[in-house]
């Protein structure tokens, strides 16, 4: 597979009356373990009321395995596919379903097929009130780079990271069709927040105390750049996002 499945997963465009059989034989890196697998063992160890199969694009296998968007599924121990080759994003696209169950991106659009009971509904729109200070202010200040500023599902761990529309393109489909040549328009993506970490509520009581403040402007492109680097992905300023952190750090260690 190493030597050939890269070809075979060609076969999804250029001869798509086989995708089903492809789908049979091709082999995929997972959260599971460091091996290979097929999508028919994948689906063998999914969880009970699990409805689709997730699967992670991106450029390089280590970045896809520490990748922020993912925390949930672990948490939840929920296997996601990871997909490191700019030919997956074909294969995906031309696959939909495997054994009646839908592809979905980790990092797209709301994760409403999870299982959640209603408490955890309740507090979920909680959460969103709670917060909405701080992401109001953070989608005025990120007008020009995000489409939308919200609370995150996925998020255990991370303090923010990216996802796109349900509908949109993928970062690394975007990053293929312009090493093509393609003109590309700007996609503005969404900035989730994770309102169990620390820095978010600290930034929240900020924003509700004066939602005017200065610093949430630096903090909110900070936070936009921190979101780009967790997925590997070049910052506009990597020296001026240099600058803040050493501010941070001093302003830390004074305190």
Request: proline share 4%.
């Given at each position: 597979?190493?030597?050939y499945?890269?070809?075979?997963?060609?076969?999804?465009?250029?001869?798509?009356?086989?995708?089903?059989?492809?789908?049979?034989?091709?082999?995929?890196?997972?959260?599971?373990?460091?091996?290979?697998?097929?999508?028919?063992?994948?689906?063998?160890?999914?969880?009970?009321?699990?409805?689709?199969?997730?699967?992670?694009?991106?450029?390089?296998?280590?970045?896809?395995?520490?990748?922020?968007?993912?925390e949930?599924?672990?948490?939840?121990?929920?296997?996601?596919?990871?997909?490191?080759?700019?030919?997956?994003?074909?294969?995906?696209?031309?696959?939909?379903?495997?054994?009646?169950?839908?592809?979905?991106?980790?990092a797209?659009?709301?994760?409403?097929?999870?299982?959640?009971?209603?408490?955890?509904?309740?507090?979920?729109?909680?959460?969103?009130?709670?917060?909405?200070?701080?992401?109001?202010?953070?989608?005025?200040?990120?007008?020009?780079?995000?489409?939308?500023?919200?609370?995150?599902?996925?998020?255990?761990?991370?303090?923010?990271?990216?996802?796109?529309?349900?509908?949109g393109?993928?970062?690394?489909?975007?990053?293929?069709?312009?090493?093509?040549?393609?003109?590309?328009?700007?996609?503005k993506?969404?900035?989730?927040?994770?309102?169990?970490?620390?820095?978010?509520?600290?930034?929240?009581?900020?924003?509700?105390?004066?939602?005017?403040?200065?610093?949430?402007?630096?903090?909110?492109?900070?936070?936009?750049?921190?979101?780009?680097?967790?997925?590997?992905?070049?910052?506009?300023?990597?020296?001026?996002?240099?600058?803040?952190?050493?501010?941070?750090?001093?302003?830390?260690?004074?305190?």
């Open positions: 597979w190493d030597q499945g890269t070809c075979l997963k060609e076969g999804f465009h250029y001869e798509p009356s086989t995708k089903d059989k492809l789908a049979d034989i091709v082999l995929v890196r997972t959260t599971q373990g460091e091996g290979w697998s097929t999508l028919a063992e994948v689906v063998a160890r999914k969880q009970a009321g699990q409805t689709a199969l997730y699967y992670l694009t991106g450029e390089k296998l280590d970045t896809l395995q520490s990748a922020p968007q993912l949930v599924f672990r948490k939840r121990n929920i296997e996601v596919i990871l997909l490191p080759e700019a030919v997956d994003e074909i294969m995906v696209g031309a696959m939909d379903k495997y054994q009646d169950l839908e592809l979905k991106s980790a797209k659009g709301e994760l409403d097929d999870l299982p959640e009971t209603e408490e955890q509904t309740a507090t979920k729109q909680a959460r969103s009130d709670e917060f909405a200070p701080l992401t109001d202010r953070l989608a005025k200040l990120l007008e020009d780079t995000c489409n939308k500023v919200r609370i995150s599902d996925r998020l255990t761990d991370s303090a923010v990271c990216l996802v796109s529309d349900s509908e393109m993928s970062t690394q489909m975007e990053r293929m069709m312009m090493a093509m040549g393609q003109a590309m328009p700007t996609q993506r969404i900035l989730e927040l994770n309102p169990q970490h620390g820095l978010i509520q600290a930034l929240r009581d900020l924003a509700v105390k004066d939602s005017s403040d200065d610093r949430l402007r630096e903090y909110a492109e900070m936070l936009f750049d921190q979101a780009l680097l967790a997925e590997g992905a070049p910052i506009k300023n990597p020296a001026k996002f240099a600058q803040r952190v050493a501010s941070a750090m001093t302003f830390a260690v004074a305190h």
